[in-house]
């Protein structure tokens, strides 16, 4: 897996999955990817009035199975939504929630 399939992917999960919801509002978002073998993915993001920068990182050590990059890329997507909707970046109930969607409508089993 490479740096420009794994945007390739966020595009593509962002209109299908979130309707264009990262892509259309206004933060700066970066994407790349690390080498962790403790993190799978991260996101970090900074939100005020009108400096809004996310950062979505992917561990390389995970990319070798389409299915846990696919998970751990739309996990960090749901964590920068939070970000982008003024909501805690947590595992909480607005996570749990969008995470119980998509498995249900996509069958992409998030955690």
């Known amino acids: 897996m490479n740096l420009n399939k794994l945007c390739k992917m966020f595009r ?3 209109k ?3 309707d264009n919801l990262i892509c259309n509002s206004d933060i700066n978002l970066t994407i790349s990817m690390f080498n962790s073998k403790k993190l799978m993915g991260l996101y970090i ?3 005020k009035r009108d400096n809004k920068h996310g ?3 992917i561990s390389r050590c995970y990319t070798k199975k ?3 990059v696919k998970s751990t890329l739309i996990h960090e997507m749901v964590h920068c939504i939070q970000s982008i909707k003024g909501l805690p970046v947590d595992h909480g109930k607005y996570f749990k929630k969008e995470c119980k969607r ?3 409508h996509y069958g992409i089993d998030i955690s």
Request: glycine fraction near 6%; hydrophobic fraction near 45%.
């Open 55 to 57: 950062h979505i990182k």
């Open 66 to 68: 389409i299915n846990v």
């Open 45 to 47: 993001g900074y939100m």
């Open 16 to 18: 299908v999955i979130f």
């Open 12 to 14: 593509k999960y962002d």
């Open 102 to 104: 998509i498995n249900k």
